[in-house]
């Protein structure tokens, strides 16, 4: 009998912990839940807890510790709370993936103690990748751990390539739906408020992704991932917009042949393909059918409008610090937005404020990328 993978979630009661624990519920045989993670979700997490019984939980708000403890206490489960507590959980030789649904910045140091520890990533932080790539890659490399991307995206671009080591990649496509403001203008967008961002028009997400995705800088930031995880230039990474998100992303080869992953727009796919790989799991997900969709459409993204894959792009060539600048600015932004503190198209310009006047560091150490994290911030909640 095969042993059960024991996987690690942070960040459990969120939109991708969510699906991926039940992703594990029907593969029983497969997968073992080792940690649950939550920030203030404290009744979900019991929840949870409860039903998978994990071997240890944490809260990271410590305001919440007492309640998880006194609930789970009967059950054997083991508290912490506290973010050390977060990153030291990651550590258990008794894990073997670690899926990392963290949001945002937050995700950067668990995952680098979990790679440390030799453990294998499942990677839905793509913050991670864009706030210190260079250092992430270097570190799977020194401690020989694979990441495994969850993103719809980045997971296509990697099914496209399994039995591809030796083909060189051309370029990628990836695919954007374009989010619920596709086709409009500036004037149109003046006065977009949160609950019109917050409709995206096939995805089921957590706000800060889906507000990203309206802006279009989820999109940059997924540019950024894939520069680090596929070993990519700038000039390698296109990005098409497509409405219908039947096509996740593609790869040209050199002799312009080109692989495409579809499906329908269901993230328990590509976080079972992390979770399982290499094999491919037998599920009861919905099908995708042609005669669904009889028209499949393309279209270049409007950068002069959404300008925060403009930006993206120009912080991913300037590299050194300057993805972390983007990448703590934009999350002060769409917070801001969402407590309606600064309009939709405002939010770019902030960031490109930030991108201006932060000090450039072209070898970042980890302690550069922290401190710079922190001075954006600082610098973002200023300029508001």
């Known amino acids: 009998m095969k042993k ?13 912990g969510t699906q991926a624990l039940e992703v594990i519920s ?17 009744s979900l997490l019991i929840e ?25 206490f009967n059950l054997g489960v083991k508290v ?15 894990i073997d993936v670690v899926l990392t649904a963290l949001v945002g910045y937050s995700g950067l140091k668990p995952t680098i ?59 990628i496509y990836l695919t954007a739906s374009g989010g619920p403001f596709r086709g409009m203008d500036i004037n149109a967008l003046s006065n977009v408020k949160k609950e019109s ?48 998100s039947i096509i996740h992303s593609a790869v040209q080869f050199n002799d312009g042949s080109i692989k495409a992953q579809m499906g329908l727009p269901d993230m328990k796919i590509p976080i079972q393909y992390a979770l399982g790989f290499p094999e491919r799991l037998v599920n009861n997900f919905t099908r995708f059918s042609f005669l669904d969709y009889p028209n499949l459409t393309f279209e270049k993204p409007d950068l002069k409008t959404f300008k925060n894959l ?20 934009n999350e002060i932004a769409v917070a801001a937005f969402l407590e309606e503190k600064i309009s939709f198209l405002n939010m770019s310009d902030l960031i490109a404020n930030c991108m201006e006047k932060i000090t450039f560091v072209a070898n970042p150490s980890l302690n550069d990328y922290v401190s710079t994290d922190e001075a954006t911030r600082v610098l973002a909640k200023k300029l508001l």
């Open 4 to 16: 059960k993978k024991k996987i690690a979630i942070l960040g459990s009661t969120g939109s991708i």
């Open 26 to 42: 029907q593969n029983p045989s497969l997968f073992e839940v080792e940690v649950l993670t939550a920030k203030n979700n404290s």
């Open 48 to 72: 949870q807890a409860k039903i998978f019984k994990p071997n240890m939980v944490v809260i990271t708000n410590e305001k919440k510790y007492n309640e998880v403890n006194r609930a789970l």
């Open 80 to 94: 912490f709370s506290g973010a050390e507590s977060l990153q030291d959980v990651v550590e258990s030789d008794s």
């Open 113 to 171: 103690n979990a790679i440390k520890s030799g453990k294998n990533i499942a990677l839905a932080n793509k913050e991670t990748l864009v706030v210190a790539g260079q250092l992430i890659t270097s570190l799977c490399e020194e401690y020989n751990v694979k990441i495994y991307p969850v993103d719809s995206e980045h997971s296509a671009i990697f099914q496209c390539l399994v039995g591809e080591a030796y083909n060189p990649i051309e370029k």
């Open 197 to 244: 961002a917050l409709k995206h028009p096939n995805w089921d997400m957590g706000e800060k992704i889906t507000i990203d995705s309206a802006s279009l800088m989820n999109k940059g930031l997924e540019v950024i991932e894939a520069k680090w995880l596929f070993d990519l230039k700038a000039s390698q990474i296109e990005v098409i917009v497509h409405p219908q």
């Open 310 to 329: 403009s930006l993206a792009y120009s912080a991913m060539e300037k590299g050194g610090n300057t993805p972390c600048v983007l990448n703590a600015a």
